[in-house]
């Protein structure tokens, strides 16, 4: 994929995020601010590497870390979707940029 649609891509990401984000909770401001950096970051890495996250699936070892990763980030977002809407959606896009970083990394050694 070109640079610039990928580029293009995640700030629209990013911007739809924080306008979501900001409709439904806009007292968090500091946290609102920092969302569009996140998943803008986030789209970036996935659709560098849509290629390793496709095939990725399906593999022993990662289903088995993923359902581990997946049981620990769906509870500390729960936690934190408790405290405000802003820090969960944080946490949620945190969450996924550690899956991000990580297929990333793969794709790089392989």
């Given amino acids: 994929m070109r640079r610039s649609i990928r580029y293009t891509l995640s700030a629209a990401v990013g911007i739809g995020v924080m306008a979501l984000t900001f409709v439904v909770d806009n007292g968090h401001l500091g946290l609102v601010v920092m969302i569009p950096l996140l998943y803008g970051t986030t789209t970036t890495f996935a659709l560098n590497n849509v290629e390793t996250i496709r095939t990725m699936f399906g593999e022993g070892t990662s289903r088995k870390i993923g359902m581990l990763g997946g049981g620990i ?17 944080a946490g949620y896009g945190l969450f996924v940029f550690g899956m991000v970083l990580v297929t990333a990394e793969l794709d790089r050694n392989q």
Avoid: P
């Fill in 73 to 89: 980030g769906a509870g500390s977002t729960a936690g934190l979707f408790q405290q405000s809407f802003a820090a969960g959606i």
